[in-house]
Each structure stands twice: as C-alpha cells, then as structure tokens.
C-alpha cells in the first residue's frame, strides 16, 4: 500500500509568519500533488509536480510556493502565512504510468491566528 | 466554475437501508469517474471508480451508476453499515488533454445505528 506521510499533522501559525509543510513518499511516485480541503470546496489544487527540481501551478497557487528537492519529498510554503489560509492541506501522490489514483497523506489542519 | 457536482451535501440513513449519493459533470470531454472515501482526521481513498463505456460499476456493497447523456453519476450503498459514514467525492478527469483530477465538493454521510 502506498505510503505518503506529511508533517507536521497541525500547526497553529501566526498571521504574516513563515509556514512549511512537509510531505514525503515512499512509493517511487513521480507525481505530487498538494490540495487544500475546505468545507464545502471539495478539495483544491494548488502545486503539482512531474518531477524533482520542478513545480507547476494548479488552480489556486496564489500565496503559495512549492519545493520538490527530491523524488520522495514535497514541501508547500507559506511565505506570509494569512488567515485565509487557515484549512487542511493534503498532500498526495500517484503513479506516472497510472495517473488516476491519488495515494492521500492525513492531511495538516493548519490555523492561522 | 464548479465542473463537479455533488448532491446532496449531508445524507443521513439508518444501517440497513441504501444510500444514494449523486453527482453530475459538465465536461463532456470527462471519462474516469472515481469516487473518494475519506475518514474524520484521515487522507480521501479511492473507493471505486468507472470509465465512461460503461454504465455501471460494482464492487461488494457499493455500485456506480452512470448516465453519459445526461451527464450524471451516482454512488449506490447498500445494506448501509455505521463504518460507511464518511464524506465521499466524486472525482472527474479526461484521459486526454488536461491530466487533473477534478473533484465535487462531496457528501457527508452519516449511517444511523
């Protein structure tokens, strides 16, 4: 079973402070994928990524940085963190053959106070 | 624009009876349907999924139904279980042209004891 394991698993951050959430795999994925949850927005794109040393954009990048050192690791930013932010963030990853189902982390609730 | 739709947004049954949760699509262009089960304080799994040459899709308790004219989909449990409760996705995506997943806001279902 695929294993995508994020930390920290909350996080109370303050508003206009620096926030990292970590995300590593253990499946030989290529693909990566961070999305928010919020209630009643499903889940939302916002970094994806092919491959190592490269980030794309998904739906709702804005306020947002991501970090792919590595095959196994993917890291989202908060540069100025703000309280829209606040929501849980799931981290995610998929096969490069089979790029239909997504291996989901626990997911970070993150609140920004 | 929501491209996934999902109805209703709460669903509450009693264990035994079937749960029908609904879901509809815009893009016609759509022909992977999964849906997602996701557990209070756990990453969304994919529970089961159809392709859009088929109409339906079946697995233990838990079918797809699908409509392509009409561009809807449905989730049917049956014999209901209090373990079934969870929020459940629909998911859509294009096995050509744009890679990314799509989800619907989901359906809180709640299984009565």
């Known amino acids: 079973e695929a294993a995508v394991t994020q930390s920290p698993r909350s996080k109370v951050a303050v508003t206009g402070g620096k926030v990292t959430l970590s995300c590593h795999q253990t499946?030989?994925?290529?693909?990566m994928y961070w999305y928010r949850q919020d209630t009643g927005h499903g889940l939302r794109l916002i970094h994806y990524?092919?491959?190592?040393?490269?980030?794309e954009k998904g739906d709702i990048p804005d306020g947002y940085k991501a970090s792919r050192p590595s095959q196994e690791n993917f890291s989202l930013i908060l540069e100025l963190a703000s309280l829209s932010q606040t929501a849980v963030y799931f981290c995610?990853?998929?096969?490069?053959?089979?790029?239909?189902?997504?291996?989901f982390g626990h997911g970070t609730k993150l609140s920004v106070l | 624009q929501q491209q996934v739709r999902q109805s209703p947004q709460s669903l509450t049954v009693w264990e035994g009876e079937t749960a029908i949760l609904n879901c509809s699509y815009e893009?016609?262009?759509?022909?992977?349907f999964p849906w997602y089960q996701q557990f209070p304080g756990e990453g969304p799994a994919l529970l089961i999924a159809?392709?859009?040459?088929?109409d339906k899709k079946e697995d233990g308790r838990f079918t797809i139904f699908f409509n392509k004219r009409e561009k809807k989909l449905s989730l049917h449990i049956t014999d209901s279980q209090p373990g079934d409760s969870a929020t459940y996705f629909c998911?859509?995506?294009?096995?050509?042209?744009?890679?990314?997943?799509?989800f619907g806001s989901g359906t809180q279902l709640t299984v009565m004891p």
């Open positions: 995610a990853s998929t096969d490069r053959g089979s790029n239909e189902r997504l291996f």
């Open positions: 499946n030989n994925h290529d693909y």
């Open positions: 990524s092919y491959v190592a040393d490269s980030t």
């Open positions: 893009n016609s262009a759509f022909d992977y």
């Open positions: 159809i392709r859009s040459v088929s």
């Open positions: 998911a859509a995506k294009s096995s050509s042209g744009s890679w990314q997943l799509i």
